[in-house]
């Protein structure tokens, strides 16, 4: 039997109309939806389904946009076709802020007491962009310590290690700026500045922690009922306690997305399901674990075909 790891996706995810399928198809994808419009006080649905897309882009509304997304995805795809999702779940991660639902889908934190840090984690971050301009950029086809050097050579952060050979840099823009000259010149196949609002994992992410620490102590977490695959670590965790801390490190520590999927790898992890909008995390798990057997659940198409064997 399957030993399967659930994975849960982070902010880049989110486009107009995302969700929608899933609204109208499940019952219990519908009422995830429901309830995030009602714990918010305002229309998340129609932000996700109808846009303006601007304004669904914003790190405040990105955030929680994907989170109910991708719950809404594992509820329908719990009630419509279990096998979609390859069975329960031995382990959980998910990317940056996939973790808030990863710790929904290990049972460790009610949905809407989630989605209320998710919002308020949104806020911050944002927040933080605002009076402390930041900028992030992806290094591809670079040895990850070369990325380190380089990165402290210039002032900045590793923010990701995302799988070999494709790293993210934060810091001040200057700073980042500086990275990618000196990632060019020594070698990158290629150096992109992110489309971000602000400098995250990183030191500039340090006021968003501590407001975002307050609100995760006061939340109900208990431990989860199987392990999560920690961002900030790459170990496996469970005790509320643990949950705590890697949420709030999520904000100024490195996603060492890489390590945490070696880490499920080892714990015996032979099937990824993402579950959520998009597909870059079954991508980067098989850049990362050979031969890696991978599925998603990103769309009701995606389930119905589960169903249909």
Same mark, same amino acid.
């Given at each position: 039997m399957a030993m399967v790891a659930w994975l849960f996706p982070g902010q880049g995810s989110q486009e107009v109309g995302m969700g929608r399928d899933v609204y109208e198809a499940s019952a219990a994808g519908r009422a995830v939806f429901d309830e995030a419009d009602a714990v918010l006080g305002f229309s998340l649905s129609r932000l996700c389904f109808e846009g303006p897309a601007d304004e669904l882009q914003r790190t405040v509304n990105a955030q929680p946009a994907i989170m109910v997304t991708s719950v809404a995805l594992l509820r329908a795809a719990?009630? /419509?076709?279990?096998?979609?999702?390859?069975?329960?779940? *031995?382990?959980?991660?998910?990317?940056?802020?996939?973790?808030y639902s990863a710790v929904v889908a290990a049972g460790a934190l009610p949905f809407a007491d989630a989605l209320r840090l998710v919002r308020r984690r949104g806020e911050l971050m944002e927040h933080c962009g605002t009076i402390e301009p930041g900028a992030m950029a992806a290094v591809l086809g670079m040895d990850t310590d070369a990325v380190f050097a380089l990165a402290a050579e210039a002032g900045v952060e590793v923010a990701n290690?995302? *799988?070999?050979?494709?790293?993210?840099?934060?810091?001040? &823009?200057?700073?980042v700026l500086q990275a990618m000259d000196l990632a060019k010149a020594r070698?990158?196949?290629?150096?992109?500045? /992110?489309?971000?609002?602000? $400098?995250?994992?990183?030191?500039l992410m340090?006021?968003?922690?501590?407001?975002?620490?307050?609100?995760?102590?006061? *939340?109900?977490?208990?431990?989860?009922?199987?392990?999560? *695959?920690?961002?900030?670590? $790459?170990t496996l965790i469970r005790t509320a306690a643990?949950?705590?801390?890697?949420?709030?490190?999520g904000l100024t520590q490195p996603v060492l997305w890489a390590k945490s999927v070696q880490a499920l790898a $080892?714990?015996?992890?032979? /099937?990824? &399901?993402? +579950?959520?909008?998009?597909?870059? /995390?079954?991508?980067? &798990?098989?850049?990362?674990?050979?031969?890696?057997? +991978?599925?998603?659940?990103?769309?009701?198409?995606?389930?119905?075909k589960a169903a249909a064997g």
């Open positions: 719990q009630e /419509l076709c279990p096998a979609a999702l390859g069975g329960d779940a *031995a382990f959980v991660a998910g990317h940056s802020l996939g973790e290690v995302n *799988a070999p050979g494709q790293v993210t840099v934060s810091g001040t &823009v200057s700073g070698g990158a196949s290629r150096v992109v500045q /992110l489309d971000v609002s602000g $400098a995250f994992h990183s030191r340090r006021p968003a922690a501590e407001g975002l620490a307050e609100a995760i102590a006061a *939340a109900p977490l208990t431990d989860a009922a199987v392990p999560l *695959a920690g961002n900030s670590t $790459a643990d949950l705590r801390t890697e949420l709030v490190q $080892a714990a015996g992890a032979d /099937l990824w &399901v993402e +579950v959520g909008p998009g597909r870059v /995390l079954t991508g980067l &798990v098989r850049r990362t674990a050979d031969g890696a057997k +991978v599925a998603n659940v990103h769309s009701v198409a995606a389930i119905q």
